[in-house]
């Protein structure tokens, strides 16, 4: 038995940075499911697929390289869209969904709990998460947020396309119908348009607190 925060949320939320100060802070290991699909829908590009093809996805997603999560080359917007095509597959789905659930219930190294950042943990992959958080912000907000980020990765692009990619891919994850974005009917619902980081993660801190603490002590010890 683990402890499991399932942190979701519209794209460039804060999901991510939340779902990482989170584990920190808790001592729990941390997976961006995210990258999982991003690492699917990079590795169809290189193999000069079509993310669109389920075939094409479901390939790469069975053959999926881990040691290449923490690649640059995943965090571009291309990618982000490509990500959002190969995640609206079910075989897809399927095939990373053993992985996440696995990583829940078996967290690395001697943590006694994990947090997961994306679209459908407390809905599909952890219905039984300890703690759920729903992330959201203004789209604008969310799009200056992205701009800066791959700003910092060298990406130089024009703030109104993000807006728009931002809002067209939600619109895909939201409509979608296998695990389509939504809170879980227990989320606890966070809107960071008017919170900065430390603000964000001291409200998504008091949000999950009181059910990480009371399931800790729960936990039988050792
Ligand atoms: O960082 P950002 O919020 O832009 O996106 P991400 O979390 O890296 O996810 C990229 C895409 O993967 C999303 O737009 C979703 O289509 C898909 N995804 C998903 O379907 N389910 C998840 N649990 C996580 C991501």
Not at 8 to 28: E, P
Not at 116 to 126: E, H
Request: hydrophobic share 45%.
């Amino acid at each position: 038995m683990t402890i499991v925060i399932a942190v979701d949320g519209t794209a460039a939320s804060g999901k991510g940075t939340l779902a990482k100060r989170l584990a920190r802070h808790f001592n729990f290991a941390h997976l961006d499911s995210g990258s999982l699909y991003r690492l699917v829908a990079l590795a169809v590009l290189e193999a000069k697929g079509d993310p669109a093809k389920e075939n094409d996805a479901v390939a790469a997603a069975h053959a999926i390289d881990l040691t290449r999560a923490g690649d640059p080359a995943i965090r571009t917007d291309l990618v982000g869209r490509m990500a959002s095509l190969v995640s609206a597959h079910p075989t897809v789905r399927a095939a990373l969904l053993r992985f996440q659930r696995d990583f829940a219930a078996r967290p690395v190294g001697e943590s006694r709990g994990a947090v997961i950042d994306g679209r459908d943990i407390g809905t599909v992959i952890c219905p039984d998460a300890t703690a759920k958080v729903f992330v959201d912000a203004r789209p604008e907000t969310r799009a200056h947020r992205r701009w800066l980020e791959l700003q910092n990765l060298g990406i130089a692009r024009e703030e109104h396309h993000i807006l728009k990619e931002l809002v067209a891919r939600d619109h895909a994850d939201r409509n979608r119908t296998v695990s389509p974005m939504k809170p879980a009917a227990d989320a606890l619902l966070l809107d960071t348009s008017d919170l900065d980081i430390d603000a964000a993660f001291a409200a998504a801190l008091a949000l999950v607190q009181p059910k990480v603490e009371a399931a800790l002590k729960a936990l039988p010890r050792g």
